[in-house]
């Protein structure tokens, strides 16, 4: 059968989602506990890689097993077998035609900036610190530029394997909550550290080293050596995948006490 989980973590400490031999990965941590409680070995797709340090609170994927487990024992001894920094937030049986990455029809990413003097001791590796102050309206007026279906060549690494550079960018928000910004973006898919080159383009208007039309000007240059600095990971979060209505896959709330 085939089962889906919503799985929530933080990255701060694993080297992204992709197992790595002799690394401490989601992905490998995952598959170790899910193994577990089918009592064979057992691979999982995702919807989609995080980097290292990058953290999710509604991360998808599926896999296959010959188990037959209930829902409550799955959910229960999964969670009981993964570290304190994984757990699953949802799990159940679903059609197989259910494809984590590929039945996935949107994807939304947080950007968490803590725009203060002091850096974070709370939110140590849980948030991106600016001590510049950081104009939100400015950010805005650069993110507009981006919305809509482009080139994001300047907004990848060099080392990105897609085969099109081309995203749809259906929703790009910044939202000042006291000392916190967040970025709030919405696409059919996103390109390897695409959306901290977003955060990076933004911040440096938000601090007034560069107009809002530098956004627009980075994205028509569509090479990525001409762009911004790459934002840190540590303030950014997958926080919803979305799928047909018809596979039946909960949409949770964020899980975060940071909104």
Known sequence: MRIAAIVEYCGASFYGWQYQEGSRTVQGEVERAVSFVANETVRVITAGRTDTGVHASAQVIHFDTRAE???????????????????????????DEFHARFSATGRWYRYVILNRQSAPALLYRRVTHEYRDLDAT??????SFLLGRHDFSSYRTVHCQAKSPVREIRKLDVIRQGEFIHIIVYADAFLHHMVRNIAGVLMAIGTGEQPPEWAREVLEMRDRTRGGVTAPADGLYLTRIEYPEHFNIPQLPPGTGLW
């Open 69 to 95: 487990r209930s829902q409550y024992s799955w959910f229960r001894g999964v969670n009981a077998q993964l570290p304190d920094d994984i757990k699953l937030r949802w799990i159940d049986v679903v059609d």
């Open 138 to 143: 400015l950010m805005q007026h650069g993110a």
